[in-house]
Nanobody, 123 residues
Framework: VQLQASGGGLVQAGGSLRLSCAAS????????MGWFRQAPGKEREFVAA????????YYADSVKGRFTFSRDNAKNTMYLQMNSLKPEDTAVYYC?????????????????WGHGTLVTVSS
């Protein structure tokens, strides 16, 4: 599985960005897709997760109501729409795929990762 994330950039607080993650290499119908982020000096943290085949979407409390995780099955692409951005959302954002059992919320459960895209929110 290859993952290519894009869409990061510099935005003012209150603004919006949409991150994309294009996936290739295998079929994903049974996999879990996730977004994580890592701010400078901090550990990587869970942002959102969704099963590729559908079902519930999971969000970190810090982004609930502001971020929306979606996917386009035909394009093998997932998106993270980020609205009402805050300076504390500044981080490198990573998309990831989990192909086996584990927790949606733990980065160690995911076995494929994109290179990350930097989001900077200015105050």
């Amino acid at each position: 599985v290859q993952l290519q994330a894009s869409g990061g950039g510099l935005v003012q607080a209150g603004g919006s960005l949409r991150l994309s993650c294009a996936a290739s290499g295998r079929t994903f119908s049974s996999y879990v897709m996730g977004w994580f982020r890592q701010a400078p000096g901090k550990e990587r943290e869970f942002v959102a997760a969704i099963r590729w085949s559908g079902g519930s979407t999971y969000y970190a409390d810090s982004v609930k109501g502001r971020f929306t995780f979606s996917r386009d099955n035909a394009k093998n692409t997932m998106y993270l729409q980020m609205n009402s951005l805050k300076p504390e959302d500044t981080a490198v954002y990573y998309c990831a795929v989990r192909t086996s059992s584990g927790s949606h919320f733990l980065s160690s459960s995911y076995n494929y990762w994109g290179h990350g895209t930097l989001v900077t929110v200015s105050s």
